[in-house]
């Protein structure tokens, strides 16, 4: 769309400007985005932990504290270990940060709203961002601390073993579309809710879930957050990090948290399509159908990262052993017996009994999501004295049982 418009400047200077263009785009959301993020996180550790979270810089919600936290990250001494590898230290948050920004190459906003569209690009994005974990390894072992160095190879181990399941899960909605093209695959879910691929069969469905779970340990989230455990390796791979480039460990993770979430709306959850329109935005409507289909795109995305950030301070941390035994003995079994699934559903499932399945799927995640929300607008505010809410709602406190 934009080299149509652009079509008055001669090659090979119109492909100089499209990636200046593009590369400006995506740097400045994913930049945006990570300040809306860290905003975000604060107020829902708030809420989680009964507490106010940012209040004081940028009114009564506090908005622009996470600016005041990128000036005080400026302004902050950047130093380095005296034993530390210098080049190797100082180039790891950066490689880090790239192999996120990259993926946003590929990641389709909307329909033919992509940077640079790809006929394998579900499998570029996941290859990039596996590429992260080059950028923690080296700062771990360039930094000539054994907590650096323990929370590198941990990301080492936890990242390469989460792929194999994630992978599987991504080979589940391409079976279906039969295109590794994100854009393909998002076009094809044009129309109603249940035409989403997560509702297509229920292997599909639990597939979401699995692939879900595993991008999250794969960006270095609660509970899989290993790699920076503070409470027996200080801060992990990024101890010996201050200034700007501890900052750019935190904007990899937020862009990876985008991008991760970005993939699973497309694979499973519609992608840029709403769900109530039988067309295709952008061909009924121009210009403005485009900007409905970004919107749309990004709010989802934005409201899987929101379920990332609600998992991190509803969780307890696993232990390394545990992490991987998820992974090795729960996660990868299951994925393969949900390919080998659907591959059966496609054969030897009638039409009648895919459609039954779609409309009860939908019913259940209605069904679900009016309970959490009955249960969020009735809960009490504030828990009785001697009481805890939630799940100990009717338990009594061990400091207060008897008051």
């Not at 005041?68 to 790891?92: Q, Y």
């Not at 072992?141 to 599987?168: D, M, T």
Request: proline share 4%; with cysteine; net charge neutral.
């Amino acid at each position: 769309m934009i080299r149509t418009w652009l079509s008055f400047i001669p090659e090979p200077f119109l492909t100089v400007v499209l990636a200046l263009i593009v590369g400006g785009v995506v740097l400045n959301f994913v930049a945006v985005s990570a300040l809306f993020f860290i905003w975000l996180e604060r107020k829902v550790a708030g809420r989680m932990q009964d507490r106010l979270g940012p209040t004081r810089v940028g009114g009564k919600y506090g908005w622009l504290q996470t600016i005041a936290d990128g000036i005080k990250l400026l302004l902050k001494e950047d130093f380095m270990p005296t034993a530390a590898d210098g080049i190797l230290f100082r180039i790891a948050p950066y490689i880090a940060f790239s192999a996120s920004f990259v993926s946003f190459i590929a990641l389709p906003f909307g329909a033919d709203l992509v940077g640079q569209e790809l006929q394998v690009a579900v499998y570029f994005i996941l290859a990039v961002l596996a590429s992260e974990v080059f950028g923690v390894i080296l700062a771990g072992y360039a930094s000539a601390s054994k907590w650096s160095l323990f929370g590198g190879i941990r990301e080492a181990a936890q990242v390469v073993s989460y792929e194999v399941p994630r992978g599987i899960c991504v080979l589940i909605p391409v079976l279906i579309s039969g295109t590794l093209n994100l854009n393909t695959i998002g076009k094809q879910q044009e129309g109603y809710v249940f035409d989403w691929l997560i509702f297509h069969d229920p292997f599909t469905f639990c597939a979401f879930w699995i692939f879900f779970i595993c991008a999250t340990a794969g960006c270095k989230r609660a509970p899989f957050d290993l790699a920076e455990a503070e409470s027996e390796l200080v801060a992990g791979f990024h101890t010996e990090y201050s200034g700007l480039r501890w900052s750019f460990f935190f904007m990899a993770e937020y862009a990876s948290m985008f991008a991760v979430s970005g993939i699973a709306t497309l694979l499973f959850l519609g992608g840029w399509h709403t769900g109530f329109l039988p067309f295709e935005p952008s061909v009924q409507f121009g210009l403005a159908g485009h900007l409905l289909n970004l919107i749309v795109f990004v709010l989802k995305g934005w409201c899987l990262v929101f379920l990332m950030m609600w998992m991190r301070w509803s969780l307890p941390r696993l232990r390394i052993d545990q992490v991987m035994m998820t992974c090795l003995k729960y996660f990868l079994p299951i994925s393969c017996g949900l390919f080998l699934g659907v591959c059966l559903w496609q054969l030897l499932a009638p039409a009648a009994l895919s459609q039954s399945w779609k409309f009860f799927a939908l019913a259940v995640v209605l069904a679900s999501a009016g309970v959490i929300i009955y249960k969020l607008l009735t809960a009490p505010k504030i828990a009785a004295r001697g009481r805890l809410m939630g799940a100990w709602e009717s338990l009594p406190t061990p400091l207060t049982k008897n008051l």
